[in-house]
């Protein structure tokens, strides 16, 4: 049997200018497809068009290219593939696993709502099977799920298991506003993209049997996934947005690609000393077996 190319994806938000954790996301999966002669996708996530631009995705594709981080081609952004999920959504209806929710957001997260220890609530199908809707009110809809424990065996973090119904409950597929929900949209782009390897932050790890679960739906096999470390400042804090001055935008003034890349791929495990490398070459020595699996912390401000 002839090997798989592997295809890989970066999936980036065109909402503002990435910071260092895009940045480590995207060389990770870089790295990984290129260091066995794969194909790298680029999709642009731009579901929510209230906080989404054209112009943030062009910075995007010139940041990859400063950075060094090629793609081999790109597909439609999320924003032009509302005909495509609804083909989708349709064949969810189609098999009866679909139905109107109603419920507001205050009776989703009210006290009496079961929640786990994170808060986040968990839903219990208020509306399965409900007999008269209510007046005047346009719905969610929610695709039953099954009580089955889904499990993961992730390059990073290792075996990871969910069980979508004490876990998540049934979940929203599209909003009562009628846009597309992240879980529905990233399983349809990279099963018809081909993708075979999915890298992306550790915090989406529960995002996983979600996927997985729909990937099963539509027919598409599962990717292998890796859920890479969060980039944390010294005191703890999450690497964001809102962090200015670690944007790529205020890096690119200061440091070269190869520092940038040098000092990510140090503070991950990569290399043994913090030194000046490119990707092309990093690439080349690059295992998943070297890569720390906890949190990263890393004081930026040594960049400058």
């Known amino acids: 049997m002839a090997a798989v190319t592997p295809v890989g994806r970066f ?48 910075i995007l594709r010139d940041d990859l290219r400063w950075l060094g981080l090629d793609y081999d081609r790109e597909t439609p952004p999320q924003s032009q593939r509302s005909a495509v999920y609804d083909q989708y959504f349709e064949l969810l209806r189609e098999r ?46 929610r695709v039953m799920v099954t009580d089955k424990v889904w499990t993961v065996e992730d390059k990073v973090q290792g075996h990871y298991e969910l069980n979508l119904a004490t876990h998540c409950g049934d979940m929203v597929v599209r909003r009562a506003d009628g846009c597309y929900v992240y879980q529905l ?16 932050g550790m915090d989406l790890l529960s995002s996983a049997p979600r996927q997985m679960y729909l990937q099963e739906l539509f027919g598409f096999p599962h990717p292998e996934y890796g859920h890479v470390p969060m980039l944390l400042a010294p005191d703890g804090r999450r690497l964001s947005k809102r962090d200015r001055d670690l944007d790529l935008g205020e890096l690119r003034k200061h440091v070269s690609r190869e520092t940038l890349t040098g000092t990510l791929a140090y503070a991950a495990g990569l290399i043994d000393q913090n030194v000046p490398i ?26 400058y």
């Open 96 to 141: 009866g696993l679909l139905y109107p929710c109603y419920c507001t957001r205050s009776q989703l997260h009210s006290v009496n709502a079961p929640h786990l220890s994170d808060g986040t609530y968990v839903y219990t199908g208020t509306c399965r099977g409900l007999a008269a809707p209510p007046p005047n009110r346009i719905p969610a809809w």
């Open 11 to 58: 999936a980036p938000t065109p909402s503002g200018r990435m910071h260092l954790g895009n940045v480590f996301a995207a060389l990770i999966a870089w790295l990984s497809v290129r260091s066995r002669d794969g194909e790298m996708v680029l999709r642009m996530e731009d579901l929510d068009t209230q906080r989404t631009s054209a112009d943030f995705a062009d």
């Open 185 to 200: 949209a990233v399983t349809v782009d990279d099963g018809e993209a081909g993708v075979t390897e999915v890298v992306r």
């Open 278 to 303: 490119s990707p092309q070459e990093l690439a080349k020595e690059f295992a998943w077996s070297k890569l720390k699996g906890e949190s990263i912390f890393l004081d930026a401000t040594q960049l």
